[in-house]
């Protein structure tokens, strides 16, 4: 399955999920946040996944007891951050307007109360997560392609993905991505309210 291929039915009961350019835009500026998804699922969601990101040499990693970032500063294990108040958090999305009117209004409830708001990172942001250095990703309108890749890394990392009310998001939708689940509940609940 993949945005530019469509969906082909195999026999193993597995499926290799392909996005080969994630965040085109940031692709067509010239800014390193976009990237390369592949993921492999069962009927359950992603079993392994990679966000690749070629222009800066970086290949996140993640599924099957590993989690690991390869890149110009060599590898190391990825671990998310541990729990914060969302009054510390870093929290990221790839679009200021976050999908529809309501959806806007959610994200933005959580983001008056966290420490850091970024937009513009596309995959990256979920990569982020994975190795530590953020603590939030929301993001609505995404598609199987989009998250299946990074979900993989980021659990394997020690981090949650959900969609906004707090179920599996394997196929997409709106998307919760966080560091831990102390700051996903909070995040949870707010965008929720």
Same mark, same amino acid.
């Given at each position: 399955?993949?945005?530019?291929? $469509?969906?082909?039915?195999?026999?193993?009961?597995?499926?290799?999920?392909?996005? =080969?350019?994630?965040?085109?835009?940031?692709?067509?500026?010239?800014?390193?946040? %976009?990237?390369?998804?592949? #993921?492999?699922?069962?009927?359950? $969601? =992603?079993?392994?996944?990679?966000?690749?990101?070629?222009?800066? *040499?970086?290949?996140?990693?993640?599924?099957? *007891?590993?989690?690991?970032?390869? $890149?110009?500063?060599?590898?190391?294990?990825?671990?998310?951050?541990?729990?914060? +108040?969302?009054?510390?958090?870093?929290?990221?999305?790839?679009?200021?307007?976050? *999908?529809?009117?309501?959806?806007?209004?959610?994200?933005?409830?959580?983001?008056?109360?966290?420490?850091?708001?970024?937009?513009?990172?596309?995959?990256? +942001?979920?990569?982020?997560?994975?190795?530590?250095?953020?603590?939030?990703?929301?993001? +609505?309108?995404?598609?199987?392609?989009?998250?299946?890749?990074?979900?993989?890394?980021?659990?394997?990392?020690?981090?949650?993905?959900?969609? %906004?009310?707090?179920?599996?998001? =394997?196929?997409?939708?709106?998307?919760?991505? +966080?560091?831990?689940?102390?700051?996903?509940?909070?995040?949870? #609940?707010?965008?929720?309210?």
């Amino acid at each position: 399955m993949g945005e530019e291929y $469509g969906h082909k039915a195999g026999q193993s009961g597995l499926t290799w999920v392909l996005d =080969p350019i994630d965040g085109t835009r940031s692709y067509l500026a010239g800014t390193p946040t %976009w990237g390369v998804l592949i #993921a492999v699922s069962d009927a359950n $969601g =992603p079993l392994y996944g990679i966000i690749d990101q070629p222009y800066i *040499g970086e290949r996140f990693e993640g599924g099957f *007891g590993r989690a690991e970032v390869n $890149g110009p500063m060599g590898r190391t294990v990825l671990k998310t951050r541990a729990p914060r +108040a969302l009054s510390e958090a870093i929290l990221m999305t790839t679009f200021p307007e976050v *999908g529809t009117n309501d959806e806007g209004a959610a994200f933005r409830r959580v983001a008056a109360k966290a420490k850091l708001v970024r937009y513009g990172t596309d995959c990256y +942001a979920y990569a982020l997560i994975a190795a530590g250095q953020i603590d939030l990703v929301i993001e +609505a309108g995404l598609q199987a392609y989009d998250v299946q890749g990074p979900i993989a890394v980021i659990e394997a990392a020690g981090g949650i993905v959900t969609d %906004w009310q707090g179920n599996p998001a =394997p196929q997409g939708g709106q998307i919760l991505a +966080a560091a831990n689940a102390t700051i996903h509940a909070e995040a949870l #609940a707010l965008l929720n309210a």
